[in-house]
């Protein structure tokens, strides 16, 4: 295993990563990875979750997309939108984080997320703060591929998307919000 990804990084010049899609991590696959793992070159593998992944096709602007809905749906995703932000007085931002530099600020709003979500009391896991999960993070928006969000109203993170992009593929991982918000829907 570490041979063939020497060679891929040889073949391909400036390649700074290599995506297997659903590797499950009781695979043979997956053992073989953590064996090839040399942290020293920042080369680990990072597992975001073990699940199917469903993909879709977007459109340029958020105008566009609305198009693909009913003349209602539309009305009411509008709606539901102008209500959330009625509800947060106009404090709403919305913030995409890429950089390394604020790994460790998506890490900290996200884990007040999670343990105010309904991952804290459920069987799904929630994502944590760790120095594992910075090194992972750290080193994905490194080779630019991190880009997650995080809703806050005002300075108080409400929801969070845990996500990846390469070129103009997006994965989204790990969503929640807060179980306060609810009833927006964020």
């Not at 009781?26 to 073990?50: M, N, Q």
């Amino acid at each position: 295993t570490a041979r063939m990804f020497e060679f891929i990084f040889a073949q391909c010049g400036g390649i700074q990563a290599v995506y297997f899609k659903s590797v499950s991590k009781t695979s043979k696959w997956y053992d073989l990875l953590v064996k090839a793992a040399d942290r020293a070159r920042g080369c680990f593998p990072h597992i975001s979750r073990e699940e199917t992944y469903h993909y879709l096709t977007l459109p340029a602007s958020f105008d566009s997309f609305l198009q693909r809905f009913t003349k209602k749906k539309r009305y009411n995703l509008k709606r539901q939108l102008r209500l959330m932000e009625d509800a947060y007085n106009g404090k709403l931002k919305l913030e995409c984080i890429t950089s390394e530099d604020r790994v460790a600020a998506f890490l900290e709003a996200s884990s007040s997320v999670a343990a105010a979500s309904w991952k804290q009391s459920s069987l799904t896991r929630a994502l944590v703060q760790s120095t594992g999960n910075h090194a992972k993070y750290a080193d994905l928006a490194r080779r630019g591929l991190f880009r997650s969000y995080v809703l806050r109203n005002d300075e108080r993170p409400v929801a969070y998307a845990l996500g990846y992009q390469y070129g103009n593929i997006y994965h989204y991982s790990d969503i929640a919000y807060a179980g306060s918000e609810v009833h927006l829907s964020p």
